[in-house]
C-alpha cells in the first residue's frame, strides 16, 4: 500500500512515512518542477482544512474507475509523484523497500477541495512476486548479492512513465 517513500529534496535524501504528520509527497507539476504537497489525511488530523479530505493516503484503482465513486465527489486529477524508492509490507507484515524502475514514478490523485490541496498514491493489485532492493552501506557493486522475491499484501502502488 505504500507506506513510505524516499525521495531527494533541496540535495537531501527523504524518507517519508505516511503516519508521519505533514508528511509530504513530490508531485510533477503541469510546467515540469515539483511541488511537495501534504499526503492524504491522518485519523489524528482534526483541523477544519484537514476535515475536507478523506481519511487514509490511498485509492484503489478499480474504485477510482468507478463511475459511483467516492472519488468522483473532489475535483480530481491524476499527478505523477517523483520517487527514488517506496516501502511496501509483504503478507507477513515485514516491510521492504522497492527501488522505483528508472523512467517510472508513482500514479497518485490529486484532490482539490476549497483551493487547498491533497495527494493520494493510486494502488493496483500487486506483481506475483517483487523484489526488494539491497538497503545496506555495502551496496552491491558487482550484482553478486541476491535477494528473494517476497510476496506482497493486497495493494501494490501503480507505476507509470515519468
Not at 503541469?30 to 483541523?47: K, S
Not at 508513482?106 to 498514491?121: A, E, I, N, P, S
Request: aromatic share 12%; with cysteine.
Amino acid at each position: 500500500m505504500c507506506g513510505g517513500v524516499e525521495y531527494e529534496w533541496e540535495g537531501e535524501e527523504m524518507r517519508v512515512y505516511f503516519p508521519y504528520p505533514n508528511a509530504k509527497l513530490p508531485v510533477v507539476r503541469r510546467d515540469g518542477a515539483i511541488e511537495l504537497v501534504t499526503w492524504g489525511r491522518r485519523n489524528e488530523e482534526n483541523d477544519p482544512e484537514a476535515s475536507m479530505f478523506p481519511v487514509n493516503g490511498w485509492v484503489r484503482e478499480d474504485s477510482y474507475a468507478r463511475g459511483d465513486s467516492m472519488w468522483n465527489r473532489y475535483r480530481n486529477k491524476p499527478v505523477r509523484i517523483a520517487v527514488d524508492a517506496f516501502m511496501e509490507k509483504d503478507d507477513s507484515g515485514k516491510s521492504h523497500w522497492f527501488a522505483m524502475p528508472k523512467g517510472e514514478c508513482l500514479q497518485g490523485l490529486l484532490l482539490v477541495v476549497d483551493g487547498k490541496w491533497r495527494v493520494y498514491v493510486m494502488t493496483t493489485t500487486p506483481p506475483e512476486n517483487a523484489i526488494p532492493k539491497i538497503d545496506s552501506e555495502n551496496h552491491d557493486l558487482f550484482g553478486a548479492i541476491e535477494t528473494e522475491p517476497v510476496q506482497i499484501h493486497q495493494r501494490w502502488p501503480m507505476h507509470r512513465s515519468l
